[in-house]
């Protein structure tokens, strides 16, 4: 099923720690995403990848770091973990870089710092 | 700054009655607006967006949303609502004035109750 996988899907971490959540998709979607879900903010916006080769910062990229080696991959990475950034993490991709596409998002993974 | 405001922490209806959750949205240019559902923990899925034309945009599982430039606002309605609506449901905006943010509102929690 074609779709946007993510791994892992629940992890307890200890401060201090490195941690990379993975993101991979099967659409062919230029553009990727990394958000992060807490109760009562909504969604908000980490890191954005519009293609290949490209990354950019969001809303709240302290922290975290991404990569986009290639069109599938876009790896998220918390260099030293801080509690934080305990929170519901959600990869999502679309088809173009443009204002107009939706957003196909992952299953989520949650991350507990402690 | 564009934003996206969703004023109902909850809505609560009874099944086969009529649902509505609101939206109202702030943007420097014309806006793009989307609606997405998330399920229990399950990744948001796309529901339905207006980016121009008609001012009723319909949308995946009978709901439909009213585009209103007036009052800046996106309620998303449905004209009998499921038992199986119950969700957490987020409203969220683009502004076409070349930004790429996608902002999303806090979400409203929708119980239907049998």
């Known amino acids: 099923i074609a779709g946007i996988t993510q791994a892992p899907t629940s992890q307890i971490l200890a401060a201090g720690r490195r941690m990379t959540l993975r993101c991979t998709q099967d659409?062919?979607?230029?553009?990727m995403y990394w958000y992060r879900q807490d109760l009562g903010l909504g969604l908000r916006l980490i890191h954005y990848?519009?293609?290949?080769?490209?990354?950019g910062k969001g809303e709240v990229p302290d922290g975290y770091s991404v990569s986009r080696a290639n069109t599938d991959d876009f790896p998220l990475t918390l260099a030293s973990a801080v509690p934080s950034q305990t929170s519901v993490y959600f990869c999502?991709?679309?088809?173009?870089?443009?204002?107009?596409?939706?957003?196909?998002f992952g299953e989520g993974s949650r991350l507990t710092v402690l | 700054a564009q934003s996206v405001a969703q004023p109902e922490d909850q809505v609560n209806v009874a099944e086969g009655n009529p649902l509505t959750v609101k939206c109202t949205y702030s943007v420097s240019g014309n806006p793009y607006l989307f609606w997405y559902v998330q399920y229990p923990n399950r990744g948001l899925q796309f529901l339905l967006k207006y980016i121009t034309g008609d001012n009723l945009v319909k949308g995946s599982y009978g709901f439909e949303a009213e585009f209103n430039k007036s009052q800046t606002s996106f309620h998303l309605k449905k004209p009998s609502a499921l038992v199986s609506d119950s969700a957490l449901y987020f409203c969220?905006?683009?502004?076409?004035?070349?930004?790429?943010?996608?902002?999303f509102g806090a979400g409203t929690r929708l119980f239907v109750k049998a």
């Open positions: 659409m062919r979607h230029n553009a």
């Open positions: 969220a905006v683009r502004d076409n004035g070349g930004g790429f943010k996608t902002i």
């Open positions: 999502a991709s679309s088809l173009e870089y443009t204002n107009t596409g939706e957003l196909f």
């Open positions: 990848s519009n293609t290949a080769g490209t990354t």
